[in-house]
T-cell receptor
Framework: KAGVTQTPRYLIKTRGQQVTLSCSPISGHRSVSWYQQTPGQGLQFLFEYFSETQRNKGNFPGRFSGRQFSNSRSEMNVSTLELGDSALYLC??????????FGPGTRLTVL | GENVEQHPSTLSVQEGDSAVIKCTYS??????FPWYKQELGKRPQLIIDIRSNVGEKKDQRIAVTLNKTAKHFSLHITETQPEDSAVYFCAASLSPDSSYKLIFGSGTRLLVRP
C-alpha cells in the first residue's frame, strides 16, 4: 500500500496570506489527524477527522481549520498567516482503531 | 489541561548500554500510549505502543512499561546501537477507537556513541 502523502512538501507565504495543505491517507484509512511541529513547541495536535466529521480539536485559534472529503483525503487551511505559523505540518492516518502513520509533512515558511 | 512531560531532554549512552526515557501524563482518562522515533528530516515512526490494560510490552530490544496509578510510562532500549540515535517522543491519548488526539511529550534526543 502507498503511504500517507502530503502536498505540497514546501511552501513559502507572506504574513496575512492564507494557505491550504493537502493530505492523502493510506487506502482504507478513515481517520486523519493533523499536527504542527516546531522546535519551540514540539508536536502539537491540531484536529482529527473520521469519516468526514471532526472528532477532536486542539487548542489552536480559529484561523486553523480543516475538512475531510468522502474519499478520506483531508485539507487544512490557515488564514491570515502569522510568522509564528512557520512549522512542519504533519498529517497522520489510521483505521481509527490502531496506530497512526505519519506523512512526510509540509514545511511552511511565513515571511 | 492535558499535558505529557518527558525526561530527559537529551541522553547520551555508549553503544551496547541501555537507555531509559520517562514520561508522565496528566489526563487520567488516557489509555493509549505510543512511542515515536524521529530521525533528522524524517517523519515520526511508531516503534512501540501500549494500552492501559497492559503493564508491560516488549519488542526485541525495546520495551515499554506503564504505571496507570502513578500516570507514568517509560521506554527502555537495551543493547543500544548507533542507528538508535534519533529524537524519541512519547504520547498519550484516549482510546483510538473513540478519538485520536495524541498529546506528545517534548522529545528526548538520544545519542548512541560508537
Amino acid at each position: 500500500k502507498a503511504g500517507v502523502t502530503q502536498t505540497p512538501r514546501y511552501l513559502i507565504k507572506t504574513r496575512g496570506q492564507q494557505v491550504t495543505l493537502s493530505c492523502s491517507p493510506i487506502s482504507g484509512h478513515r481517520s486523519v489527524s493533523w499536527y504542527q511541529q516546531t522546535p519551540g513547541q514540539g508536536l502539537q495536535f491540531l484536529f482529527e477527522y473520521f469519516s468526514e466529521t471532526q472528532r477532536n480539536k486542539g487548542n489552536f485559534p480559529g484561523r486553523f481549520s480543516g475538512r475531510q472529503f468522502s474519499n478520506s483525503r483531508s485539507e487544512m487551511n490557515v488564514s491570515t498567516l502569522e510568522l509564528g505559523d512557520s512549522a512542519l505540518y504533519l498529517c497522520a492516518s489510521s483505521t481509527g482503531q490502531n496506530e497512526q502513520f505519519f506523512g512526510p509533512g509540509t514545511r511552511l515558511t511565513v515571511l | 489541561g492535558e499535558n505529557v512531560e518527558q525526561h530527559p531532554s537529551t541522553l547520551s549512552v555508549q553503544e551496547g548500554d541501555s537507555a531509559v526515557i520517562k514520561c508522565t501524563y496528566s489526563d487520567s482518562a488516557s489509555n493509549y500510549f505510543p512511542w515515536y522515533k524521529q530521525e533528522l528530516g524524517k517523519r515520526p515512526q511508531l516503534i512501540i505502543d501500549i494500552r492501559s490494560n497492559v503493564g508491560e510490552k516488549k519488542d526485541q530490544r525495546i520495551a515499554v512499561t506503564l504505571n496507570k496509578t502513578a500516570k507514568h510510562f517509560s521506554l527502555h532500549i537495551t543493547e543500544t546501537q548507533p542507528e538508535d540515535s534519533a529524537v524519541y517522543f512519547c504520547a498519550a491519548s484516549l482510546s483510538p477507537d473513540s478519538s485520536y488526539k495524541l498529546i506528545f511529550g517534548s522529545g528526548t534526543r538520544l545519542l548512541v556513541r560508537p
